[in-house]
């Protein structure tokens, strides 16, 4: 090229196209990996707050219970809390928490606790999707047993690929 004329070569031209093509294919891997990895992490999160959830519950009917019933239930029921509480005008009020299983696919389904008490109420609350209860897997699968005074619990969520597991000991309050 002649010093008065100005402009690119065509080898200048190639190297220039080459090099935008190496850091757009690097920069779409990179994206493609983030939004892969935050979609991964998104399920796994939602596992662990799927069994934290239940783990809070059933923990604070525990801890309340005076009796535990954890064999002799027919499925879907997994957990059965018995306790009694005084009102202000000193009379018994009886009160009961059954935790069950609804929508069972696949070994997951939806958590759910149903609370009677003599003074009326009675209502039912969802308290977990997606947790993971097959009695043929007895290793990852959510159980429950009760050994006085202590309820051993392994709770169990499956989400899409993002397993998360969780076990609790949990001890019923002093009768006072």
């Known amino acids: 090229m002649k010093r008065s004329e ?8 190639i190297i220039a196209v080459t090099i935008m093509v190496l850091v757009s294919g ?33 923990c604070r009917d525990a801890r309340m219970a005076q009796s535990v019933d954890t064999d002799n239930l027919t499925p879907p029921d997994f957990l059965v809390f018995n306790w009694r509480e005084w009102d202000d005008n000193d ?21 759910k606790r149903t609370h009677w008490s003599s003074a009326g109420v009675n209502h039912q609350t969802l308290i977990a999707d997606h947790i993971y209860y097959d009695p043929g897997d007895p290793d990852d699968t959510s159980q429950a ?28 309050r002093p009768n006072i």
Request: net charge negative.
């Open 145 to 172: 047993s009760y050994q006085a005074p202590v309820l051993t619990l392994q709770l169990t969520s499956l989400v899409k690929n993002a397993m998360e597991t969780r076990e609790y000991r949990i001890k019923h």
């Open 91 to 111: 009379e018994e009020i009886f009160h009961t928490s059954t935790y069950f299983f609804e929508d069972l696919t696949d070994g997951t389904g939806k958590l």
């Open 26 to 58: 690097a920069a779409s891997i990179a994206i493609f990996q983030i939004l892969k990895g935050t979609e991964a992490n998104n399920t796994h999160i939602n596992a662990v707050r799927q069994v934290q959830n239940a783990g809070y519950w059933i």
């Open 6 to 13: 100005k402009g690119y070569t065509f080898i200048e031209l």
